[in-house]
T-cell receptor, first 113, second 112 residues
Framework: SQTIHQWPATLVQPVGSPLSLECTVEGTSNPNLYWYRQAAGRGLQLLFYSVGIGQISSEVPQNLSASRPQDRQFILSSKKLLLSDSGFYLC????????????FGQGTRLTVV | ELKVEQNPLFLSMQEGKNYTIYCNYSTTSDRLYWYRQDPGKSLESLFVLLSNGAVKQEGRLMASLDTKARLSTLHITAAVHDLSATYFCAVDDRYNTDKLIFGTGTRLQVFP
């Protein structure tokens, strides 16, 4: 069966510090991968998605970036965090874009102080 | 640009009552998904609706899709406290089916 791992679960970082969140999927190959952010009490904002190694589509221009160095690994990064980067970050995967729902990791709660 | 809106944003309802959550989307799509999120937790898939007129039911929840109206509904029958959560719909962007766009969410509270 397929599983998705996301870490860390919680993170407190000072303004201006770098960020690296990692997400890996097991039990499948060539998944579509997604990063979403959820501000407190709000909906899900699509940040990045990837349909293959090295292929990243960005939805929101900001100081975040994403990379997919391996087929089942998706990384969210920032060189310098802002207060506004605080939120709940969720990684998701689905087998392909046709007729399948996405499955989510457990999320990372990021607080920038 | 695909936009997905839900209403109401917040719903407080008494146990035993029925209610419907609405999900409207702005461009043509024939695939829609419903998710549940408990406080502080991740999202759990509830329903996958893949065609016009699709209806799915699980327990006290029933979801339907009308692609012509660009509308999906999530109907709650005889609500119980355990249904308290935030419910999201999500839609595939027809012009870029790799993108999955979520609605604003409906926070449901069921009280005795």
């Amino acid at each position: 069966s397929q599983t998705i791992h996301q870490w860390p679960a919680t993170l407190v970082q000072p303004v201006g510090s770098p960020l690296s969140l990692e997400c890996t999927v097991e039990g499948t190959s060539n998944p579509n991968l997604y990063w979403y952010r959820q501000a407190a009490g709000r909906g899900l904002q699509l940040l990045f998605y990837s349909v293959g190694i090295g292929q990243i589509s960005s939805e929101v221009p900001q100081n975040l970036s994403a990379s997919r160095p391996q087929d089942r690994q998706f990384i969210l990064s920032s060189k310098k965090l802002l207060l506004s980067d605080s939120g709940f970050y969720l990684c998701a995967w689905r087998q392909d874009s046709l007729n399948t729902e996405a499955f989510f990791g457990q999320g990372t709660r990021l607080t920038v102080v | 640009e695909l936009k997905v809106e839900q209403n109401p944003l917040f719903l407080s309802m008494q146990e035993g009552k029925n209610y419907t959550i609405y999900c409207n989307y702005s461009t043509t799509s024939d695939r829609l998904y419903w998710y549940r999120q408990d406080p502080g937790k991740s999202l759990e898939s509830l329903f996958v609706l893949l065609s016009n007129g699709a209806v799915k039911q699980e327990g006290r929840l029933m979801a339907s899709l009308d692609t012509k109206a660009r509308l999906s509904t999530l109907h709650i029958t005889a609500a119980v406290h355990d249904l308290s959560a935030t419910y999201f719909c999500a839609v595939d962007d027809r012009y870029n089916t790799d993108k999955l766009i979520f609605g604003t969410g409906t926070r449901l509270q069921v009280f005795p």
